[in-house]
């Protein structure tokens, strides 16, 4: 059975992740989502709310499982038998890391790295980003699955910046 994983921190999960882990999930018998759990960061959803998320959005996928897991990827890639870490790029900012990680994971235990191109729609999300949206009202409903949308809208009552839409001058 040929299995790979998506790692990430899915705080929450965006429309960018999905298409990664919706192509991804083509290639394999079995694909890990695997949310990191960090306990010196807290993150605006707790591990939980972000598996129940991505549980709902990924749930057309029969072949998809989410998962958590703490410390090293490459332990929790033994532990499940899994060989692949596909990663999603975004733009050449990422390959950098991306490429330092693949190689140390290589060089820990043989696991091989796949990067899968961003569709372009997708190139500037992130997690972050769609964070600082929401959490001034702005409109977020391209970026993220309903569910999420919902979510955030709950978790980041909107702090109301400017309340007038910004007008190019001379209109
Ligand atoms: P972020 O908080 O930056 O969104 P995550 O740690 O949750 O990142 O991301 C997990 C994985 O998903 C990383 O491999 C990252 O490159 C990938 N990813 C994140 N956003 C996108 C996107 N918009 N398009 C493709 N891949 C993405």
């Given at each position: 059975?040929?299995?790979?994983?998506?790692?990430?921190?899915?705080?929450p999960?965006t429309?960018?992740?999905?298409?990664?882990?919706?192509?991804?999930?083509?290639?394999?018998?079995?694909?890990?989502?695997?949310?990191?759990?960090?306990?010196?960061?807290?993150?605006l959803?707790?591990?939980?709310?972000?598996?129940?998320?991505?549980?709902?959005?990924?749930?057309?996928?029969?072949?998809?499982?989410?998962?958590?897991?703490?410390?090293?990827?490459?332990?929790?890639?033994?532990?499940?038998?899994?060989?692949?870490?596909?990663?999603?790029?975004?733009?050449?900012?990422?390959?950098?890391?991306?490429?330092?990680?693949?190689?140390?994971?290589?060089?820990?235990?043989?696991?091989?790295?796949?990067?899968?191109?961003?569709?372009?729609?997708?190139?500037f999300l992130s997690s972050s980003l769609v964070k600082d949206v929401a959490r001034w009202g702005g409109d977020v409903s391209d970026h993220v699955?309903?569910?999420v949308g919902?979510?955030l809208a709950?978790?980041l009552?909107p702090r109301?910046g400017?309340?007038?839409?910004?007008?190019?001058?001379?209109?």
């Amino acid at each position: 059975m040929k299995r790979a994983v998506c790692p990430g921190s899915f705080d929450p999960v965006t429309n960018g992740h999905l298409d990664i882990i919706s192509r991804a999930a083509r290639l394999y018998d079995e694909l890990y989502v695997a949310v990191l759990v960090n306990q010196s960061k807290a993150g605006l959803f707790t591990p939980d709310e972000r598996i129940e998320m991505l549980r709902e959005v990924t749930a057309e996928y029969p072949n998809v499982r989410v998962d958590t897991f703490r410390g090293l990827l490459v332990d929790y890639c033994r532990a499940h038998q899994i060989g692949v870490v596909v990663k999603g790029l975004r733009a050449v900012s990422d390959f950098d890391y991306e490429l330092q990680m693949a190689q140390m994971n290589y060089g820990l235990a043989g696991i091989e790295t796949l990067f899968m191109p961003t569709n372009p729609l997708y190139s500037f999300l992130s997690s972050s980003l769609v964070k600082d949206v929401a959490r001034w009202g702005g409109d977020v409903s391209d970026h993220v699955p309903k569910t999420v949308g919902r979510r955030l809208a709950e978790r980041l009552p909107p702090r109301g910046g400017d309340s007038a839409p910004w007008r190019p001058e001379g209109e």
